[in-house]
């Protein structure tokens, strides 16, 4: 880790030993810590109040058992967490990822995470992210609902819509969230929005489905025309092939461009003719099924087992969408062999810290994830103000209001940068414009003595 500033060096050595064996956590705090050095440069009043040491400790960090019965009538416990890192700008915010791999490290890096991308959106939201170690994969519908109802028997007793409230991450769709908040409801007696991405007939938001993956492309789109590109007649590689990569899938084809290659965990389809949407929406949104079958379905398909493959299939824009982690070093090099020009973010911390270098020395645009998938919980805040308001917006003014978000958001992130001496750097001035807000907030909050 190179963080230039004396200070933020010891709060990240501080942080290493104080969280040993999170590797992520670690990964996700030494990136921030490192492009906000000539901010600590000009700010000592923020080094005298504590900002930087407080911002990298949660607020609360909550892990509860969760019991529950499966179709054969066996007991199975997970591991439920929640972690409420900062409520310096409005309640905590963020999703709850159901995934094998989900251990405190991930939560706690995802949480950090959400709270600069939250401060971006210009919306009052706190950071925060949960979910469990549960595997949804070839589950029922039964052992879903009775898990989700489970988990939220505690998770209710630490959220509510001036608190906290959670949506979806990876394994929780509009399927979860129906039946995590049909039992908060039950225990509560109470109707209010206290998850979103709920869906619309009860409260949920038009566009919030489509949001991070449009949002996405619009935050692409405004990287690539400040460099007088555009989507238009290019290539585009999107990794995943959940609610993220389906619609930016989607708008990205409707910006112009032909997207050639989609994944899930076990392997790839390229597919030179263009990816057909609607073949990938029927397999995995209605199906929930494997993405083998897309080559099975589309004779100018093909199939290769290994989802880390997918980055030597030749193209202009590539949208990694799947988990942290997926993009090496050794995929950003095929990548920019085969010509690439642009990388935009769509799951959180997808490329690794040499990946995300090595595009940034060979002129590859790079748009960091905490900017550029900002689109979900943006409009997840703006499903947040509807549900207060007891009213709805149709498509096309939620999609406007997405779409001004996503640019504002470039703006901010190309201005800092440019103010703190890294023009050009849109990892930096993400970091830097997010964090400024909730620095402001936390100081005029005071600290508990
Ligand atoms: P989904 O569960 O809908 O889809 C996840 C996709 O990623 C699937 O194709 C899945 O394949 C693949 N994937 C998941 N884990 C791995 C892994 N360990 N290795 C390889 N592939 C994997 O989730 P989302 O689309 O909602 O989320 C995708 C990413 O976007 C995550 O990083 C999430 O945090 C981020 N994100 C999501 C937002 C949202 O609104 N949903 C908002 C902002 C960011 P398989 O089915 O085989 O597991
Ligand atoms: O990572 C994310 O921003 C999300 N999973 C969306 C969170 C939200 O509260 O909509």
Redesign the pocket.
């Known amino acids: 880790m190179k963080i230039a500033n004396e200070y933020l060096a010891k709060v990240y050595a501080d942080v290493e030993a104080r969280n040993p064996g999170e590797p992520e956590f670690l990964q996700a705090v030494g990136e921030v810590l490192e492009s906000l050095s000539p901010v600590a440069d000009r700010r000592p009043d923020l080094i005298k109040a504590g900002v930087f040491d407080r911002i990298v400790e949660p607020e609360r960090m909550i892990t509860f058992r969760v019991s529950w019965v499966d179709d054969a009538g066996n007991v199975r416990v997970n591991r439920g967490y929640r972690v409420q890192f900062n409520s310096a700008i409005g309640p905590y915010k963020g ?1 709850l ?3 094998p ?1 989900v251990n405190a490290s991930v939560i706690k890096f ?1 949480g950090f995470e959400q709270c600069f ?1 939250n401060s971006l959106t210009t919306l009052p939201m706190g950071g925060g992210k949960g979910g469990s170690d549960f595997d949804p ?1 070839g589950k029922s519908d039964g052992e879903i609902m009775r898990f989700c109802q489970s988990f939220m028997t505690e998770l209710e007793k630490h959220i509510g819509q001036f608190t906290d409230v959670p ?7 509009a399927r979860e969230i129906g039946f995590m908040y049909g039992q908060y409801k039950r225990i509560r007696n109470e109707v209010t929005g206290v998850l979103t ?1 709920k869906s619309i007939s009860y409260g949920g938001s038009l566009a ?1 489905k489509e ?3 449009y949002g996405l492309c619009y935050f692409a789109d405004e990287m690539l025309r400040a460099a007088g590109k555009s989507f238009e007649g290019k290539t585009v590689v999107i ?8 619609y930016a899938c989607e708008k990205a084809t409707a910006l112009g461009g032909k997207v050639v290659a ?5 392997g790839y389809v390229v597919d030179p003719d263009g990816i057909k949407l609607d073949v990938i929406k029927q397999i ?1 949104e209605v199906e929930r099924g ?2 083998v079958e897309y080559a099975k379905r589309v004779p100018t398909a093909s199939f290769h087992e290994g ?1 880390r493959g997918i980055w030597t299939v030749p193209c202009d824009i590539a949208l990694p ?4 982690n ?1 993009l090496d070093l050794d995929g950003a090099k095929a990548l920019v062999a085969n010509g690439c020009i642009a990388v935009a973010e ?5 490329s690794t810290p040499d990946a995300v270098e090595y595009f940034q020395a060979n002129k590859v645009l790079f748009a960091p ?1 905490k900017a550029s ?5 943006a ?2 805040g703006l499903e947040m103000s509807q549900n207060s308001l007891r009213m709805s917006w149709s498509f096309e003014e939620v999609d406007e209001k997405l779409h001004g978000i996503m640019k504002n958001i470039y703006a901010a992130a190309a201005a800092a940068a440019k103010e703190y001496g890294c023009e050009g750097n849109l990892v930096a001035g993400a970091n830097i414009a997010g964090f400024l807000k909730i620095a402001d907030a936390m100081l005029w909050q005071g600290i508990a003595y």
């Open positions: 999703g990822r159901l995934h791999s995802l991308k994969k949506a979806g991450d990876i394994g929780v769709g991405g919030r949001a991070t993956g990794s995943g092939s959940g609610n993220v990569a389906i989609m994944s899930d965990s076990s995995k494997r993405i989802c969408c799947a988990t942290q997926e769509g799951a959180n911390m997808p994830a998938n900002a689109g979900g919980v409009t997840s």
